[in-house]
């Protein structure tokens, strides 16, 4: 189910603004990879463009190829509403919907989707996915109260079984864990090693400890001053970005003596 995604020569733009320039990155499928670099370097704008989730914006356009599995995603006739069925997101703050109910947020994607579901299939798939964003045993017995009645963490778990239960490919995560507390984050950090089994994961993360923790490989952005695009510096093996990077930029990064 996983999928490889092909990053070839992706220049990404907010009307004429170049806001990133010249990404070129393979990911493989079943592996975690950290998005890393000071603010406005452009990691949720690398982020968006994997499930064309940019192009909403007005103006915002990209020039360059997203492979899946060797297709381009941004090919004539290409629906991006496939593409974001296939490729999943979690938003830096937990976006229940909040009159909802725990099992109909679960279900929520699913439905918008227009996928007709008996009584029993979405009982299924809402424990499925539950089970697989750790958090069935804590909610089991209240799937019918409102999703916003959890905690931020569960409340962050709520939203990956939303993601997982259309069954993507794909799991982009855009600083999942940024509002929520140490214990909760590692919760995060658990479930998303256990995402990889099934799931290519892409998170950006401004934690270089989480990084560190949850990442098989991690690309360093940076970028020269305002204005100025941003650039992938270096993507490596996470154990060598943290201790041997090739370029001096990363090591000035990761060294704290900048951003
Ligand atoms: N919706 C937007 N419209 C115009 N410019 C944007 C928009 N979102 C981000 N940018 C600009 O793109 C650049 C990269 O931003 P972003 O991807 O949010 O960086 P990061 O996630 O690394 O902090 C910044 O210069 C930012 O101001
Ligand atoms: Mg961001």
Same mark, same amino acid.
Request: include cysteine; charge should be negative.
């Given at each position: 189910?996983?999928?490889?995604?092909?990053?070839?020569?992706?220049?990404?733009?907010?009307?004429?603004?170049?806001?990133?320039?010249?990404?070129?990155?393979?990911?493989?499928?079943?592996?975690?990879?950290?998005?890393?670099?000071?603010?406005?370097?452009?990691?949720?704008?690398? #982020? *968006?463009?994997? +499930?064309?989730?940019? !192009? =909403?914006?007005?103006?915002?356009?990209?020039? %360059?190829?997203? &492979?899946?599995? /060797?297709?381009?995603?941004?090919?004539?006739?290409?629906?991006?509403?496939?593409?974001?069925?296939?490729?999943?997101?979690?938003?830096?703050?937990?976006?229940?919907?909040?009159?909802?109910?725990?099992?109909?947020?679960?279900?929520?994607?699913?439905?918008?989707?227009?996928?007709?579901?008996?009584?029993?299939?979405?009982?299924?798939?809402?424990?499925?996915? #539950? *089970?697989?964003? +750790?958090?069935?045993? !804590? =909610?089991?017995?209240?799937?019918?109260?409102? %999703?916003?009645? &959890?905690?931020? /963490?569960?409340?962050?778990?709520?939203?990956?079984?939303?993601?997982?239960?259309?069954?993507?490919?794909?799991?982009?995560?855009?600083?999942?864990?940024?509002?929520?507390?140490?214990?909760?984050?590692?919760?995060?950090?658990?479930?998303?090693?256990?995402?990889?089994?099934?799931?290519?994961?892409?998170?950006?993360?401004?934690?270089?400890?989480?990084?560190?923790?949850?990442?098989?490989?991690?690309?360093?952005?940076?970028?020269?001053?305002?204005?100025?695009? %941003?650039?992938?510096?270096?993507?490596?093996?996470?154990?060598?970005?943290?201790?041997?990077?090739?370029?001096?930029?990363?090591?000035?990064?990761?060294?704290?003596?900048?951003?």
């Amino acid at each position: 189910m996983s999928k490889q995604i092909d990053i070839k020569d992706l220049d990404i733009f907010y009307g004429d603004f170049r806001a990133v320039d010249g990404v070129q990155m393979q990911i493989k499928p079943r592996s975690v990879t950290a998005f890393i670099g000071p603010s406005g370097c452009g990691k949720s704008t690398v #982020l *968006r463009t994997l +499930n064309r989730m940019h !192009e =909403v914006i007005p103006g915002a356009t990209v020039s %360059g190829e997203v &492979l899946m599995d /060797g297709n381009d995603i941004y090919g004539a006739g290409v629906d991006p509403v496939n593409v974001r069925r296939e490729v999943g997101m979690v938003f830096q703050r937990a976006n229940p919907f909040p009159t909802m109910s725990i099992k109909e947020n679960v279900l929520a994607g699913v439905r918008l989707n227009n996928k007709r579901l008996s009584k029993t299939e979405a009982d299924d798939l809402t424990e499925r996915a #539950l *089970r697989g964003a +750790n958090l069935w045993n !804590e =909610v089991k017995d209240r799937l019918n109260l409102p %999703g916003s009645g &959890l905690s931020g /963490g569960q409340q962050q778990r709520l939203c990956i079984a939303r993601a997982i239960a259309v069954e993507p490919q794909v799991l982009l995560m855009d600083e999942p864990c940024s509002a929520l507390d140490p214990i909760s984050t590692l919760a995060i950090e658990d479930l998303i090693n256990d995402l990889k089994d099934k799931y290519t994961v892409v998170i950006v993360t401004h934690n270089m400890q989480q990084a560190a923790r949850v990442s098989d490989k991690t690309a360093f952005f940076n970028i020269a001053g305002t204005g100025k695009p %941003g650039k992938l510096i270096e993507f490596n093996e996470t154990s060598s970005i943290f201790s041997n990077p090739d370029k001096e930029e990363t090591e000035n990064y990761i060294s704290g003596r900048f951003g």
